[in-house]
């Protein structure tokens, strides 16, 4: 079955870093399209970034381009997301979700997603 | 932006009711839209695609209608286990987007 689990969050100062990862097991993971989505405490979804199954097309939220680094190791089966520059209000529930297929440059909705890694963001 | 706009925010149902949620896009998605359930501490679950085809495992007391800008998420019958919190969300353009969330709520 689809598994995604999520790593790596915690307690980190403001303008600090973090590096989430996310390992996929139960499908083949270099055919799928890959996306972070984030949950503030208490607030609703707020997608985050995407990136193609060959990692050649990316997409990120207005909210953290420049800060924020999507990448995948297709031979670890894994996602990652390096977060820079960390604000409060990067706080929040980190979800990697698998996407569906329409194509590169196609958004998509998201059919599985991991449990979550909780990122706080304070000094 | 395509901002999601979701109606009611709240909803205070019983078990057996029928209820319907809407979800209106600021501009044209066309049928590009989902809807998930998310319980308490859990992720989020998919439930509708493309507006209206209902994901594998899913109870067919679910259903999904509307395009363009107007969008309903059905439950038929009210379980125990469907009292949660719904978001529909686009996929029509970048930056994909959200609506607030419905909770819905025992009576």
């Known amino acids: 079955q689809v598994q995604l689990v999520e790593s790596g969050g915690g307690l980190v100062k403001p303008g600090g870093s973090l590096r989430l990862s996310c390992a996929a097991s139960?499908?083949?993971?270099?055919?799928?399209?890959m996306s972070w989505i984030r949950q503030a405490p208490g607030k609703g979804l707020e997608w985050v970034s995407y990136i193609s199954s060959s990692g050649s097309t990316i997409y990120y939220a207005d909210s953290v381009k420049g800060r924020f680094t999507i990448s995948r190791d297709n031979a670890k089966n894994s996602l990652y997301l390096q977060m820079n520059s960390l604000r409060a209000e990067d706080t929040a529930v980190y979800y990697c979700?698998?996407?569906?297929?329409?194509?590169?440059?196609?958004?998509?909705?998201?059919?599985?997603w991991g449990q979550g890694t909780l990122v706080t963001v304070s000094s | 932006d395509i901002q999601m706009t979701q109606s009611p925010s709240t909803l205070s149902a019983s078990v057996g009711d029928r209820v319907t949620i809407t979800c209106r896009a600021s501009q044209s998605i066309s049928s590009w839209l989902a809807w998930y359930q998310q319980k308490p501490g859990k992720a989020p679950k998919l439930l509708i695609y493309?507006?209206?085809s209902l994901e594998s495992g899913v109870p067919s007391r679910f259903s999904g209608s509307g395009s363009g800008t107007e969008f309903t998420l059905t439950i038929s019958s009210l379980q125990p286990d469907d009292f949660a919190t719904y978001y529909c969300?686009?996929?029509?353009?970048?930056?994909?987007?959200f609506g607030q969330g419905t909770r819905l709520e025992i009576k």
């Open positions: 969300q686009q996929y029509n353009s970048y930056p994909i987007t």
């Open positions: 493309k507006a209206s």
């Open positions: 979700a698998r996407a569906s297929n329409y194509g590169d440059y196609f958004p998509p909705y998201f059919d599985y």
């Open positions: 139960g499908f083949t993971f270099s055919d799928y399209y």
